[in-house]
């Protein structure tokens, strides 16, 4: 019997963390509940990637929120995605603007925003923010809740 889930490779069994965001295969299915307006959030607090001058390791808290039209994003190959990261050598700014893109083209939705919260590097804590456009005025979007960085405060 065929369903919204029926085309999905990664859900129900091992998979490897794919070698690099390129590689990563981000999944969706259809979105039952498309007639209505609702957001859907994701936090990442442990977002790894690699400065790409030393390759030292960069930690990140993001929250991704998006309101879906037509297709929902697997959560599962979400994290692979996420996690192909790891290994990968870019700015802040580059890593977060890259993910809140490719989702955006995977699942066209009514509205996607993404804040990366980045730990500091050189003493110097980076947040990018972006979204696809005015803020949906029909759906409640709570605040993202990361405090900005205030270190031993």
């Not at 957001?39 to 977002?47: H, K, M, Y």
């Not at 890593?95 to 925003?113: F, K, M, N, Y």
Request: with cysteine; charged share 20%; proline share 9%.
């Amino acid at each position: 019997m065929q369903t919204i889930y029926s085309d999905l490779t990664q859900l129900g069994g091992k998979t490897d963390l794919p070698a690099s965001p390129e590689d990563a295969v981000l999944e969706r299915v259809a979105n039952p509940q498309a007639d209505v307006s609702y957001c859907v959030r994701f936090t990442a607090p442990e977002f790894t990637s690699l400065c790409p001058m030393t390759g030292q390791p960069d930690f990140a808290h993001l929250v991704i929120d998006y309101v879906p039209d037509a297709f929902l994003v697997e959560s599962k190959s979400l994290k692979l995605f996420l996690g192909a990261f790891r290994n990968h050598g870019a700015f802040h700014e580059d890593c977060t603007i890259s993910i809140a893109r490719r989702l955006v083209d995977l699942l066209s939705p009514r509205w996607l925003r993404i804040g990366g919260y980045w730990y500091p590097r050189g003493g110097i804590p980076i947040d990018v923010f972006w979204q696809t456009g005015a803020t949906p005025a029909d759906v409640w979007i709570p605040d993202q809740g990361v405090p900005p960085y205030r270190g031993r405060g």
